[in-house]
């Protein structure tokens, strides 16, 4: 299932004009995640739908040697501090945990030159984490889903 | 066995139908379920947070506990999969 | 009668799918189509939600901007319910975490018994 197809069409298509669309289109659904349907775990599945199509038509291995199964669940793990971490920072100021109205982001609106709230900064964050989260978990469930068994027959 | 089990589906079913006309109408703007909070979270929004999107809005800030365990569950999820999978296994090539 | 049916129906094909989704898991003998069948009755929830958050004449749940700025007052009645929006939006979440995990499971039971039939697998299992 993992096996690379030797097709040049196949390559071509997937990897010019499929692949990077597919991101560019997950990002803007991330990053307009505030001013119109979207947000962290839909641009998340999206993302992680132009991996595993890499990954179905090019072959697990071939489809990102520098970016392997191993290192993504550090990624996951950094997706979920980033939120934790998030929550935490408030408290340092003498808030609740997850209460975002104290975070100190005054000076992004300064340089900015751009109203925005704290709360709305939080939101951004917290969906920074959400993103990194869900798309490195759909990534290591494919990975290890079409794993090949050692001792087994070829299936 | 088989056609117990269909006719027990086929009754539920039938009960559920039946017990929906108790429901609120679709849409019916005054339905219990869309009065109170619904209202309560749009103002909330448009007054304290200033962004357009709602659900991202209830998503990431007044339900902000919910999202952190979702988090943890989708990643506890992934922890799962590797776990179960990983032993005796070796990688594609 | 036509604006009963048109009231209801979301409610009656939530409850027909959920049927479906309960004989996938109680009358399959095949683990992969119990599976298969809790996701069709996950879905059937969602509709069920989605159907009830709906409000004649409302919009969806973005707030309407007019020149850069959110359009003052805010008015309820012109959006539609967004909370069961924000909680059917975690359970598709919790529903692909249940299914990958499912499925890990599933790929285990395969490699120790070469089967995935639930009475047979029982029988081997003893």
Excluded: C
């Excluded at chain 1, 993504?72 to 408290?91: K, R, T």
């Amino acid at each position: 299932m993992t096996d690379r197809h030797d097709s040049v069409i196949l390559h071509f298509v997937v990897r010019v004009f499929m692949v990077p669309f597919i991101v560019m289109f997950g990002a803007y659904v991330f990053i307009h995640g505030e001013l119109s349907p979207g947000g962290g775990f839909q641009a998340g599945a999206i993302v992680a739908s132009a991996f595993v199509l890499a990954r179905l038509t090019l072959g697990t291995e071939h489809a990102s040697p520098r970016f392997p199964t191993r290192y993504l669940i550090w990624l996951a793990s950094f997706g979920v501090g980033i939120y934790v971490i998030a929550g935490m920072v408030p408290m340092f100021y003498g808030a609740n945990y997850l209460d975002y109205n104290s975070l100190p982001t005054a000076w992004f609106n300064d340089i900015a030159e751009h109203h925005r709230t704290a709360r709305a900064m939080g939101i951004f964050i917290v969906e920074v984490g959400v993103f990194i989260g869900v798309f490195s978990v759909l990534v290591i469930m494919y990975d290890y889903l079409t794993l090949r068994f050692r001792e087994g027959e070829d299936d | 066995m088989k056609w117990l089990t269909l006719a027990f589906l086929v009754s539920f079913a039938g009960l559920f139908v039946y017990v929906s006309a108790d429901l609120p109408d679709r849409g019916d703007p005054h339905a219990p379920a869309n009065e109170h909070l619904a209202a309560e979270f749009i103002e909330l929004t448009a007054e304290e947070i200033e962004i357009p999107n709602i659900v991202s809005a209830i998503l990431a800030d007044f339900r902000g506990y919910d999202t952190l365990g979702e988090t943890i569950v989708i990643f506890t999820a992934g922890l799962a999969v590797l776990l179960v999978l990983q032993t005796g296994y070796k990688r594609n090539d | 009668m036509i604006d009963e049916i048109a009231a209801r129906f979301p409610y009656w094909a939530s409850g027909v799918l959920i049927a479906v989704g309960l004989y996938g898991m109680i009358g399959k003998r095949s683990l992969v189509k119990k599976l298969i069948g809790m996701n069709i009755f996950q879905s059937a929830i969602i509709l069920f939600f989605i159907a009830g958050s709906m409000r004649d004449g409302a919009t969806l749940p973005i707030l309407l901007i007019e020149d850069g700025h959110i359009l003052t007052p805010v008015d309820p009645e012109l959006y539609v319910n967004p909370l069961p929006h924000v909680l059917m939006l975690t359970a598709i979440v919790v529903s692909v975490a249940i299914t990958g995990v499912a499925l890990a499971f599933l790929i285990r039971i395969y490699r120790e018994y070469q089967d995935l039939d639930e009475e047979s697998l029982l029988k081997k299992v003893r």
